[in-house]
């Protein structure tokens, strides 16, 4: 069927995210272009039965910060709607179609965020991609280590300031991760970097060398080139990042070697997912946290003051740990 689909689309260019290839109706700029035409998703400018709801039932809520509706899904067998209040309504189609309706007050680079930031992600996880909430990037000594966490947990922060001491972003927000033995292989997302000003303006950055992140947002993003490559890394660490309210009242940094239980609950806790209550969808995020955290690089929890004049202390402290092996077993 999707073979069917990009056939008789207008097709403006083939991109690569998470180790797929996309098909796209619009220009993606801050994607890669693809060297293969092998399309997993299409992306389509018209959305013609966006507006049927029929059959649709809501399945998840997500809130924002003041506890506002932020997004919501509906299912309707294998196809999703996943819904921005007064901004932007998904189509996402069991076929790899991915349709919109905006408002009419929405600007595209809005839909363009939402759709490789919230759905192309969230859609993949449907599809049985793991895909983490985390930041990647590539030290100078070409090692990849990954900050996983929710949102305000630093991990944006985290990335600027390795990339400061001479590292590469790979991935702000988002990361797909595939599992083997001893070993965890890392597709990044859209590369960029979004933070607040006063954490730009901590870690050296003019904000007004960002664009703004999204209409209504404070943060700002600063858009790296697009990859020529993204080619597969393998993941040599990944720190869980501690609590909003045990960071705020952490006065030193502790990094403990994160196994057990509670370890697997953090990282499929982490995962981008449609339907996050779906058994399925659960059972599949503590199958991939399982053999993450017993079979994969090292897994580390991360607990730091969320004060920006830690960062040179923590990274001094990272880098030495990555150092000793004996630490990591």
Not at 58 to 78: E, F, I, K, N
Not at 194 to 222: C, I, N, W
Not at 241 to 267: F, K, T
Request: net charge neutral.
């Amino acid at each position: 069927m999707l073979e069917w689909c990009v056939k008789n689309m207008q097709v403006i260019e083939y991109y690569e995210l998470f180790g797929e290839v996309i098909a796209s109706e619009i220009a993606i700029p801050e994607l890669s272009k693809a060297s293969v035409a092998k399309p997993r998703i299409q992306v389509s400018a018209s959305a013609p039965s966006i507006e049927d709801v029929t059959g649709f039932t809501p399945c998840h809520d997500w809130l924002d910060s003041a506890s506002r509706l932020y997004a919501r899904t509906w299912q309707r067998g294998r196809d999703y709607r996943l819904s921005f209040p007064g901004r932007v309504d998904f189509l996402l189609r069991s076929d790899g179609v991915i349709a919109w309706s905006s408002d009419p007050t929405t600007d595209p680079a809005t839909v363009r965020q939402l759709l490789l930031n919230q759905v192309i992600p969230r859609y993949l996880a449907s599809a049985g991609h793991h895909i983490l909430h985390a930041s990647l990037v590539r030290l100078a000594d070409e090692r990849a280590i990954a900050f996983v966490g929710s949102s305000g947990r630093g991990k944006s922060t985290l990335a600027g300031y390795c990339a400061r001491r001479g590292a590469r972003i790979i991935t702000d927000d988002s990361l797909s991760l595939r599992t083997g033995l001893n070993t965890a292989t890392a597709y990044g997302g859209p590369a960029g970097l979004r933070l607040y000003p006063d954490s730009l303006l901590a870690l050296g950055y003019d904000p007004q060398g960002f664009a703004p992140y999204q209409a209504g947002s404070e943060k700002r993003q600063l858009q790296c080139s697009p990859r020529k490559s993204v080619a597969a890394r393998p993941l040599d660490a990944l720190f869980l990042l501690g609590s909003l309210e045990s960071a705020a009242v952490a006065n030193s940094i502790s990094v403990e070697r994160a196994r057990g239980h509670q370890a697997v609950m953090d990282i499929a806790a982490s995962l981008f997912g449609l339907a996050p209550a779906d058994p399925r969808f659960m059972q599949s995020g503590l199958r991939f946290a399982g053999q993450l955290v017993n079979q994969g690089p090292p897994v580390f929890w991360l607990n730091y003051p969320r004060q920006h004049d830690w960062l040179p202390a923590l990274y001094n402290v990272l880098e030495e740990l990555l150092e000793t092996p004996a630490n990591a077993d």
